[in-house]
């Protein structure tokens, strides 16, 4: 049951995705700052498609700009996360994420920073261009465990996206997922649908803290939120 149900969901997603991916695309390329006020009612609708509901808790920091750090825990984070965002935002992604047609020139566009984790050289200019990104005016959206948990569990932070708000002068905001490894989990293929919970935590100040400092009050800020 849960296998059918399933194969409609990825189905009717994708045919929604490549319908209005490429007028994404065609807006971003003609009109790039209205792009952002079309992202978030598309990933509501990506959302729905997959048959989830968003309940948010917290609100948006208005007239500031964030490096915003969140859990991952599921493929449809990259839906999930953007539906409480405001402003211009930007993100570092994993290399992997630019091998997708549509998606990759999307991707691009928003001046999303890929990041190999493989090779060191690359991740420190990685890190330096989303520098320069954050200084124009964006967001910056991080991952922070670098890859999805397998197990449920919240895995252990890298250190790049914490160096870029400690750099940059920048707050971190954290914002916590709870629900989506219930719904799909790297390691299963079956969708699950159901509520996924965003909490959007209050701001944590960079200066006078070391890297480790930020790091660990982050972590347990998350440790807290996860159910």
Partial sequence: MFKIRSFFLYLRSLIVFLLIGPILLLVLLIYPSGTYSLIVPFCKLMIY????????KGKFPPNQYFVIMANHSSFLDA???????QGKFSAIA??????I???????KKLKVISIDRSNQQQAIQGIIQAEKVLKSGYHIVILPEGT???DGKLRKFKKGGFHLA????????PIVVNGLFNIKPKNRWVIKP???EINICKPIETQNKSVNEIILETHNIFLNQLS
């Fill in 49 to 56: 498609m997959f048959g989830c509901k968003i309940n948010i």
């Fill in 79 to 85: 839906f999930a996360i953007p539906t409480v965002l």
């Fill in 94 to 99: 994993a290399e992997m994420n630019f091998k």
């Fill in 101 to 107: 047609p549509i998606y990759a020139t999307f991707l």
């Fill in 148 to 150: 999805r948990t397998v």
């Fill in 166 to 173: 400690k750099n940059t002068k920048v707050n971190i905001l």
């Fill in 194 to 196: 159901g509520l996924i």
